[in-house]
């Protein structure tokens, strides 16, 4: 959620399974200022029409009496009193309230659509800004498919929620007062008791026999969640599938999940009908027991027929929300359970929050200090013990070491994507912690080793480090990172879409689209995080062309696999199991002899045995 959002969260959060009726109106209550907007009085105003329109459509409920008296007129003994004119003025009255009644709905929808639509998608924009708050740890850990299923389905029932909360129950119950009413004033006491006394025990049946359905439709949601997610992964690797031949393995494991969600629907499905039998049985033997009561006042003359006719059709009418009702009341719950999971994750907190008061970062020159730092992404297991190094503005300093020894760990806490334990990391001299992440990050470029593009255009991706940038500009970071003659090659250009994770382009072209992009962020500080170490050396040898490009007059952060690739910078600092090893130059390090000497003599008898290979470009 947005700092200083007026919207809160309850406290009382449930990650799964069932939730209390207490935390389940706390969600409710988290929807209401949105349905009745700050500083939008135009958005309450039509919420107040809306409510209004609804509240005169329960009026209609008075139709039939206009019927039944039609029809008391036309049965009277006395041929003077069914007059033409009354009759039909009876009748006229009845279509008319009838027309009334069926345009009441469509001038609510008018009238609340703007409002609802609003809502939910503010909501949902609360939920994606949350979302990209939260910290590195949570993506890594997150399954994309099940998360983009939870927040679909949180935020369609919101909508509903509104609708059915604000003008099915509330209306409804308001009908029944009124027929109560007109039923004691026109005939007898007794027919608005048994009217009520059918409403109130519908309702309890499909209160009691809804919360007995809940855990069907919770199996569905985890079965449903788990089938997405599958799908998800498995499109995702399509290479990694066919590399293995596993195509019907991971059609076997999606079909297990869908056959768990089919029988969790089947079950849905079938405690539905049971709940749908004993709500037409409740209304109809209600309905039975007035109309025997109506027959026998009748024939005792103290009603007209037309009153059987009038008690059947309010009957009838008061059913029709009545029944909506029952649907509202599953849905509603059902819908709470849709979106239980949504607002547990907009109760997961952010791991790296800014200071109240924090203000943004001046960069200088860019120089880079990390003093007495340790960090651990677990308890039991230390990354970095005591890290202490200077970077000079404008230098440049590569950090190698064995697999696991920490290298990347400190990228990371640069870009600030954790806080560390204890120590500090400076950035000309000001504690990382003190200053906002948005101009920490802006001042920092980052070309990965991994890079994976969005699902758009080559000019998409450059610009997306600077989203109102000029064509101009985009095609003269292209050309620093050696690639815009690769581009104008393409028939469509810089319009050519990159595919999914930019898998349509070799290795060597998305890390040039990473370089361009980088250089258009234009940032004062550099982090190279084994940007070619993924390439074959001819490759390689060309990106680190475009890469001295952009690192010039940069401070630079090199975190290195391939040595060869960090003879010329400053300095060197070598880690092995979180802690500096040995720091130096290329030179000075292969004189001490030590653990950079040794990788450097592997690496050197690795590249002599290997023979170079062409990269091959996909397209």
Known sequence: MRHGSSTTLPEDAHTAGETSLRAQMGNLKYLLPHLWPAGRPRDRIRVVLAFLVTFIGQLTIAAPFLLGNAIDRLTAKDPGLALPASVAGFIIGYGFIRLVGAAIPQAREFLFSKVGQ????????????????????????????????????????????????????????????????????????????????????????????????????????????????????????????????????????????????????????????????????????????????????VVREEIGVGAITAISLVMMQLYQPLNILGFAYREIKQALIDMEKMFSLMRVPAEVIDKPGAKPIMIDNGSIEFRDVDFFYDPDRQILKNISFILPAGQSLAIVGPSGAGKSTISRLLYRFYDVQSGAVLIDHQDIRDVTQDSLRHAIGMVPQDTVLFNDTIGYNIAYAQPDASQAAIEQAAKMANIHGFIQSLPLGYNTVVGERGLKLSGGEKQRVAIARTILKDPAILILDEATSALDSTTERSIQEALRTVSADRTTLVIAHRLSTIVDVNQILVLRDGSIEEQGTHFELLQKKGLYARLWEQQQESETKSLPTAESTAH
């Open 118 to 297: 609003r809502a939910q998608r503010n909501v949902a924009l609360e939920t994606f800004r949350h979302i990209h708050k939260l910290s590195l740890r949570f993506h890594l850990e997150r399954r994309t498919g099940g998360l983009s299923r939870i927040i679909e389905r949180g935020i369609r029932s919101i909508d509903f929620l509104f609708r059915f909360l604000l003008f099915n129950i509330g209306p409804t119950l308001v009908q029944l007062v009124i027929v109560s009413v007109i039923f004691g004033l026109a005939y007898s006491g007794i027919y608005a008791l048994v009217a009520t006394l059918t409403v109130v025990v519908y309702f309890w049946f499909t209160a009691a026999s809804t919360e007995w359905r809940l855990k069907f439709r919770r199996e569905m949601n985890a079965m449903d969640t788990e089938a997405s997610t599958r799908a998800v992964d498995s499109l995702l690797n399509y290479e990694t599938v066919k590399y293995f031949n596993n195509e019907e393995f991971e059609a076997a494991r999606y079909n297990s999940t869908m056959k768990a969600y089919q029988d969790a629907a089947v079950r849905s499905n079938v405690s539905l009908a049971v709940v749908n039998i004993g709500q037409s049985l409740i209304f109809n033997t209600g309905l039975v027991v007035m109309l025997l009561l109506a027959v026998q006042a």
